[in-house]
């Protein structure tokens, strides 16, 4: 990946990352075919799915439970990001912003 000088750093994207990133795009496609029952009273995403509030309302909500558990699960991934992060970070800091570098705890005045 092409690293800016010019932009703050962002997080590495990972294979778990990913996935759980594919996850939530499942979820919101559940979502949006279960809603689409309520919006036309009838499946206009998939043909013939759902044909009943029964269908349309499971799959809405797993479509929600889904996208919230890959949303956590990408949120913690990007936690454990979080030491590297706030390095690079604080690079980006000296070498674009020098008057907002914070100082470092080692730094304390004796």
């Excluded at 092409?2 to 994207?13: A, C, G, Q």
């Amino acid at each position: 990946m092409l690293k800016s000088p010019l932009r703050p750093p962002r997080p590495r994207l990972t294979a778990r990352i990913f996935a759980y990133g594919i996850a939530d795009v499942f979820g919101l496609a559940c979502v949006a075919i279960g809603a689409s029952w309520f919006a036309a009273g009838k499946g206009t995403i998939v043909a013939n799915f759902p044909t009943s509030t029964a269908e349309a309302v499971a799959c809405t909500a797993g479509g929600v439970v889904v996208m919230f558990w890959a949303a956590s699960r990408i949120l913690r991934e990007i936690a454990k990001q979080g030491d590297e992060m706030q390095a690079a970070y604080d690079a980006y800091l000296g070498a674009n912003h020098p008057d907002k570098v914070r100082p470092r705890a080692d730094d304390s005045p004796d």
